[in-house]
């Protein structure tokens, strides 16, 4: 597609229930990156995968979350257990393999999910 | 680990210069990023500083310096449109992954 596209763009749910995050990068994109941003905050880096590398997952928060990429494209980030603190926009985010670290490692955001849990 | 200082708030009139600073203690760095952020959008890329000095890319220009551990943000020429959260990002040398890490942002106001 033209940009990352990130489903569903709002979701309300609650507390101690599992929410499966949907994220589809820019085709040709071997980067993927979630981050979550809580309001008014800045950006926490959950977990990255690049190509067929093992992901990073050092900034995931808890073993409630979770993320899988399938064929190297589409994401699903999934929260199990569901707290309040988990209220959050989770951004999805892909950059091009032929942005080396001199190229600014510029990434490429969804416009995110925005998750409540109530 | 990686931690950036950048201020809270920034307000400034249509037309004026602001200059947005950040401050970053890493143990690995390949170079300075900015982001910037409307209210419910995405974080749109705007400038990236690997070496020393000042990159100009039109009304925005972003300044790095190493050796203070330090970068900025300017923006000339400010429009309402402008109004906005802006980020700075490291892009650490560590590891294998290329995660950027943000400041927590700069509320811009711009006032007409």
């Known amino acids: 597609g033209a940009g990352v596209s990130q489903s569903p763009s709002n979701k309300v749910t609650e507390k101690g229930k599992d929410v499966e995050l949907r994220c589809d990068p820019i085709?040709?994109?071997?980067?993927l990156y979630w981050y979550r941003q809580s309001l008014g905050q800045g950006l926490e880096f959950l977990i990255y995968f690049q190509g067929n590398s093992a992901p990073d997952k050092s900034g995931l928060p808890s073993d409630r979350f979770s993320a899988e990429r399938t064929g190297g494209s589409v994401s699903t980030l999934t929260i199990q257990r569901t707290q309040q603190e988990d209220s959050a926009v989770y951004l999805c985010?892909?950059?091009?393999?032929?942005?080396?670290?001199?190229?600014?490692?510029?990434?490429?955001f969804g416009e995110g999910s925005w998750l409540t849990v109530v | 680990g990686q931690s950036l200082e950048q201020p809270s708030e920034v307000t400034a009139v249509e037309g004026a210069i602001v200059q947005i600073n950040c401050t970053y203690q890493?143990?690995?760095?390949?170079?300075l990023s900015w982001y910037q952020q409307h209210d419910g959008g995405a974080p749109t890329f705007l400038s990236y500083?690997?070496?020393?000095g000042l990159e100009e890319t039109g009304r925005f220009s972003s300044f790095l310096s190493r050796s203070d551990s330090y970068g900025y943000l300017l923006l000339q020429e400010l429009q309402m449109k402008d109004s906005a959260s802006y980020f700075c990002?490291?892009?650490?040398?560590?590891?294998?992954?290329?995660?950027?890490?943000f400041g927590s942002g700069t509320q811009l106001t711009v006032l007409p």
């Open positions: 500083n690997a070496l020393d």
């Open positions: 985010a892909s950059s091009s393999p032929l942005g080396g670290q001199y190229s600014g490692n510029t990434i490429y």
């Open positions: 990002a490291v892009s650490p040398r560590s590891g294998s992954a290329r995660q950027l890490t």
């Open positions: 890493t143990s690995g760095f390949y170079g």
């Open positions: 085709s040709g994109h071997t980067a």
